[in-house]
């Protein structure tokens, strides 16, 4: 199976006032096409830190990270900005919906980056809303939905612009259990239907069980692997 | 375009304190557009007025009047081609808040002196003829409804009759086309009817007006005027048409000067009060410009929407400001006072090139901080 995302001895440190903090050492990971990865550990351990280097939203201080078959830890700003356009969809712990816009224009943010036309990005815009269920609530504001269709717009706005790695931080972490097994099924379906290789960082177990493989950090390091098979 | 959405959406983010911003920038730039206006106005009024005509005045203040028969003195001058005389009568129109700007004169040299009034021979005829009579420009009749034959009271706070009346009748025989002065709107009453009825202050003028044959003598007759009368009871100052005008607006302050400097003064507070808005939204907008950066929003293109938000609400404001300011220029009230009197278009320009600064100054350090954010930092609340 091909490598979509490939971690070789990646370290990453922080100057937290005149110190130097190490969240990773030297961590090595492949994850395959069409696979569903959860992270997980306690807090502190570096899960958050290992998402956001394979997302581009950070570099890292030692290794090589290589994503959709590129070397983003030497990518400028610039370019890593372009290449997660072109190759992530982002769901936040917190939805992270822009409060003024609708559901359909939250949807929209990504595909602006593009040269669709408005016809095209519309007709995109519905696709995504049908796929996560909320075809219906277009034209609602974050605010007048619930948390758990929060989150499906941010799935909708994350998966709209049909990206390589779908990346997720803790998505049931502000969410009740009856929607966070809503999310979790959605996920798992986009993944086994759709084919979406999709990374989660979870604290939940029960989350943790949607996903096909899952491995454990601690203290900067990968201690522990879980794979399951397809139910 | 397709960024408009969400541009605009933001701005409006919070639409109490956009709304407000909005009504300073719109207020501030009305006050732009309406001392600028004026301003410009005055100076365009000043350049090109004419240069063959001569303003006498009493050297001391022009209130303190000449006497008339100084009149035939002038006219012996070399170069000097008519001589007429003003004397400031004022009044009002049934009410004081209508007020008239009538000039007791003798009207014949005067038309003659200001060739850009055009009137017909018949009126001025009439006017030769009536004691009583009066020529009024065309806008001012149009403006009370005034017909030739028509007899108009007009009442004054200055000039009581001898029979103690402060009300005075005269005469429309005539009307004149003032298009060339913006339509001015003036009422010519006759210097022998004043003289005959007025309580005081006759046979004297405020003003010689002196129509010259050459404006390059301008300076040399002014000295040759003035000395006819040095040394007497009433010494003289002469002075072009224009240095007259910049006295008289001097008189007022240096009007430049006031205006640059409240027009200054409100664009810098101005300046304060909109970065001050950017900064504040930009501010509690953190996390949602570190999701557009995660979303693929370059650097550069997150600085731009800041950028272009506070463009919009500064254009947008002055926009409507300095329209308000054109409406208040073309509006019956300021028409009556300086007659067509439009907003110059150079203070549109100006106008919306202080409102592009004053968007790139006040929207360029929140921009700038909006760019640098760290997505990291940033979505970690740090």
Known sequence: MTAVVSLRNVAKSYLRGRQQVEVLHGVDLDITAGEFLALMGPSGSGKTTMLNLIAGLDQPTGGEVQVAGQRIDRLSRAALSSWRAQHIGFVFQFYNLLPVLTAEANVEVPLLLTNLSGKERSKRVQTALQLVGLADRGKHKPNELSGGQQQRVAIARALVADPTLLVCDEPTGDLDRRSAEEIMNLLQALNRTQGKTIVMVTHDPKAAEYASRELHLDKGRLVDEVARKAA | ?382
């Open chain 2, 1 to 382: 375009m397709k960024y408009f959405g969400l541009i605009w959406a933001g701005l409006w983010r919070k639409r109490t304190r956009t709304f407000f911003t909005m009504a300073s920038i719109v207020v501030a730039f009305l006050l732009f557009g309406l001392l600028q206006g004026l301003n410009q106005g005055f100076n365009t009024v000043v350049t090109n007025l004419n240069v063959d005509r001569l303003y006498v005045s009493a050297k001391t203040n022009m209130t303190d009047g000449l006497p008339i028969a100084y009149s035939a003195r002038i006219k012996a001058v070399p170069g000097v081609r008519a001589v007429s005389h003003w004397t400031y009568f004022g009044g009002y129109f049934r009410d004081a808040k209508n007020p008239i700007p009538a000039f007791a004169t003798d009207p014949e040299p005067l038309f003659q002196i200001y060739r850009e009034l055009k009137v017909k021979p018949e009126y001025m005829e009439a006017m030769k003829k009536t004691r009583t009579g009066v020529l009024v420009s065309e806008q001012l009749a149009k403006q009370y409804g005034w017909k030739i034959g028509d007899r108009i009271p007009l009442g004054t706070s200055i000039w009581t009759t001898k029979q103690g009346s402060s009300t005075w009748m005269f005469d429309l025989v005539g009307t004149f086309d003032a298009s060339a002065f913006g339509g001015f709107p003036s009422f010519y009453i006759n210097q022998a009817y004043f003289d005959e009825n007025a309580a005081f202050g006759a046979h004297t003028a405020h003003y010689f007006l002196v129509g010259i044959k050459d404006p390059h003598q301008a300076t040399q007759i002014s000295k040759q005027i003035d000395a006819l009368f040095a040394n007497s009871t009433y010494e003289t100052r002469t002075q072009t048409e224009s240095a007259l005008a910049q006295m008289q607006l001097k008189q007022l302050g240096d009007i430049n000067f006031i205006v640059n400097a409240i027009v200054g003064a409100v664009l810098f507070t101005l300046l304060f009060l909109t970065a001050n808005t950017m900064m504040q939204s930009v501010s509690e907008r953190t996390p949602e410009l570190a999701v557009l950066k995660t979303l693929g929003f370059s650097d550069g293109k997150v600085l731009t929407l800041v950028l272009i938000e506070a463009l919009m609400l500064c254009v947008f404001a002055a926009a409507i400001g300095l329209g308000l300011a054109t409406f208040v220029f073309e509006s019956g009230a300021l028409r009556r006072i300086f007659g067509n009197f439009g907003m110059p278009l150079i203070v549109m320009a100006m106008g919306g090139g202080t409102a592009l600064v004053l968007a790139l100054v006040s929207g360029l350090p929140p921009a700038w901080r909006a760019r640098q954010l760290n997505i990291v930092d940033a979505l970690a609340g740090r």
